[in-house]
């Protein structure tokens, strides 16, 4: 044991360590991207799990994806240490909902909706509103935002007055239609996502027998992301403490980028006010990328202001040299999306794996011309983000493969002959893999599948806690549904397609950030400083993705013959070599070397496609009304589902699949 702890300390520098061995109590670590926070907080749980203060089945480790959850959870088997309850908020809520929560319900918990979209227009027609698809989309993003922040219908008026907020329609209205959409999710029998959150903070608050035992079960909190955390889920972690303190907090305010959703930095920023006992740790060293993405980014982040400017420090770059940053414009998104393939396919053949390569952009929107161009090289992507993994077609008939399977053998033959036996049926085979393509992509995809029967053996064997036989099939299309409700797709083998927000936390050897237009990347939707600071933020968190090479780029023109476009603001006066540094269009020069032609172009209300010029230079049709916030759109898209599955589907997805 000894050794196990002298071992874990010795891959930590002297600051870290003061954090992972701090006493039991407060500890808050505050530092930028890529000192090893993550790490830290790592290193805390199993150090103490392995010292024998705490039994890992008393920590709860809350991580801002699920993704991020189980690789955590991976990193501490690694350490040796299992039985951690490394969850988001939302995970570890629900859970502790369907267990101590059901009785409330009068025996039966409301139905979990995964989107809103259909009570916020019911709650639109009650309160007499003619609302659009995309007022709705409107509305119901200022709703979840108002519950995060912990303001009622009451105090819905006051407050953004008080805050200086635009409201999406009258205040008056909103008001009206929230207090009309609590009272329609109520008659449906169904809670969102915040309302996971609200009832079990109520749950432990109200109930006695229920606090005691959460709070006898969960012990030892940790944090990561603090910075993005909102005032609902403060308020859960408060009421998961109770009087007690023993929590950690890693965050980096520059990273706060989900504002939108009422998250704040507020919280890991007053940490030391709210305990003054606690262990303050601040790191600089940057382990992550090479010291010229480093000096990049701390020219970006450098020109910031606001309370967290303050409390910055620098970043140090611990690496060695690597290549320099590059930059490049082209004429359109069709030629950038087509360039940055062909990069993408010259590294992979110079023997960088697809998987240590990532395209990182704004809003999803901007995904399909690199998953087009991408697959048109027969490179591999894997989008992240949404819950796409779960929704590929061959991983849905895999997955019904293996259920009808369990259901015929629920143990005959073993996990790691039963699997690929299933997936027979769906004609899949492991030594048959095709050469590239969407084909290959598909073949990859279950593939991932298969790897995952295996992990999942495999930490089922190293697992102290769990003996008896090995798990079947049964038990692994548990595991799955599991995963797909959390969505925490296995991974795949193939270049990421990512929206910056949806990169936060994670690390990739190459990096290219496109789009980098002014108007896309800051957003024209961000209209006030406040806004303009939090997209400065979004282009500091995808500058901190990349370890060694990392190359910007921004078509001139969005489409072949389109209205040219400048560089973004936060990139221009750097003067960085490759990009223009007042980049105005060379005289004559043609607007668009693209050969493709402009694509048919849909209405971003309804979808249909849009055959009057007027109409598509405005992006909707005339039944849509200009009302339509496309970033708010996308936002919502990156944050909850694809927009696709709302249109696939009726009206909303009922999870019934979670354990
Ligand atoms: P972010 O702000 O992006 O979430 P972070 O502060 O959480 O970043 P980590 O992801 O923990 O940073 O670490 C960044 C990288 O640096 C990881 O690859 C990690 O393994 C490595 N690293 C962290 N600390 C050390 C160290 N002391 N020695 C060597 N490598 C380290
Ligand atoms: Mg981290």
């Known amino acids: 044991r000894d050794e196990a702890i002298h071992l874990l300390l010795s891959g930590l520098d002297p600051e870290q360590r003061e954090a992972v061995t701090a006493d039991p109590g407060p500890v808050c670590v505050l530092a930028g991207a890529g000192t090893g926070k993550t790490r830290a907080v790592t290193h805390r749980i199993a150090y103490r799990v392995l010292r024998g203060d705490i039994r890992g089945q008393h920590v709860t480790a809350v991580t801002f994806t699920a993704r991020a959850a189980g690789e955590m959870r991976d990193r501490l088997r690694g350490l040796g240490v299992a039985g951690v309850n490394a969850r988001t908020f939302h995970s570890a809520a629900l859970r502790q909902l369907r267990y101590f929560g059901t009785k409330r319900f009068g025996g039966q918990l409301p139905e979990l909706v995964d989107s809103t979209l259909k009570f916020t227009a019911i709650a639109a027609a009650r309160a007499g509103l003619q609302t659009s698809r995309a007022k709705n989309f409107d509305l119901t993003t200022e709703i979840e935002w108002a519950a995060s922040s912990l303001i009622g219908p009451d105090d819905y008026v006051s407050a953004i007055a008080a805050l200086g907020r635009d409201a999406p329609a009258a205040p008056e209205d909103v008001a009206k239609v929230y207090a ?81 959703t009422g998250a704040t930095s507020k919280y890991l920023l007053d940490f030391t ?23 990049l980014a701390n020219q970006i982040i450098g020109e910031s202001k606001g309370r967290e400017a303050k409390m910055r ?9 690597g290549p320099a940053v590059t930059a490049e414009v082209f004429a359109d998104e069709a030629e950038e999306a087509d360039m940055i393939a062909r990069r993408c396919r010259q590294l992979i053949a110079d023997g960088i794996s697809a998987s240590e390569i990532a395209v990182l952009y704004r809003t999803n929107a901007q995904s399909q011309a690199y998953e087009e161009a991408l697959a048109s090289y027969g490179v591999p992507t894997v989008v992240t983000g949404a819950a796409r993994f779960f929704d590929r077609p061959e991983v849905r008939q895999a997955v019904i493969a293996m259920r009808s399977a369990a259901k015929t053998d629920i143990g005959e033959l073993p996990l790691a002959e039963a699997v690929p036996t299933a997936l027979d049926a769906v004609g899949w085979r492991a030594d048959a893999a095709p050469s590239g393509g969407a084909q290959r992509e598909a073949w990859e995809a279950v593939a991932a599948l298969v790897a995952l029967a295996e992990q999942f053996l495999e930490h089922h064997r190293a697992d102290p806690d769990k003996d008896g036989p090995d798990p079947d099939l049964d038990a692994f299309c548990a595991e799955l549904g599991r995963r797909a409700a959390e969505q925490h797709a296995p991974a795949v083998e193939g270049v990421t397609l990512a929206s910056l927000h949806a990169a936060k936390g994670l690390e990739w050897d190459a990096v290219f950030l496109v789009g980098l237009a002014d108007g896309t990347l800051p957003t024209t939707f ?17 500058i901190t993705r990349a370890r060694e090479k990392l190359q910007l780029s921004y078509g001139l023109a969005r489409n072949s013959g389109g209205r040219e476009r400048r560089l973004s603001r936060f990139l221009a006066p750097l003067g960085l070599g490759g990009f223009p540094k007042t980049p105005e269009p060379a005289p004559g020069k043609p607007r668009s070397s693209s050969k493709k032609t402009a694509k048919i172009l849909d209405c971003s209300g309804c979808g249909k496609p849009l055959t009057d010029a007027r109409d598509r230079k405005l992006g909707h049709c005339a039944d849509c009304p200009a009302t339509m916030d496309e970033e708010l759109f996308e936002r919502l898209r990156e944050w909850r589902i694809s927009v696709a599955k709302i249109d696939a589907k009726p009206a909303f997805t009922v999870f019934t699949d979670v354990t």
Not at 313 to 321: A, S, W
Not at 526 to 542: P, Q
């Open 180 to 260: 009309a959409y609590i009272e329609a999710k109520r008659r449906a029998g169904v809670m969102d996502f915040a309302d996971v959150l609200a009832y079990t903070a109520d749950l432990i608050t109200d109930v006695d027998a229920a606090a005691d035992q959460i709070r006898n079960q969960y012990r030892f909190f940790v944090v990561d992301e603090y910075q993005d955390v909102t005032p609902l889920q403060q308020r859960l972690l408060d009421a998961w403490l109770g009087d007690r303190d023993d929590v950690t907090v890693v965050g980096d305010a520059s990273q706060t980028i989900y504002s939108f």
């Open 273 to 295: 006010r709210k305990h003054p006992d606690a262990a303050l740790v601040r790191l600089v060293r940057d382990y992550r990328s090479t010291p010229q993405v480093v000096g």
């Open 313 to 321: 420090l620098e970043l140090i770059g611990q690496r060695p040299d």
């Open 526 to 542: 961000a209209r006030t400083e406040t806004a303009l600071e939090e997209e400065r933020r979004l282009l500091y968190v995808g």
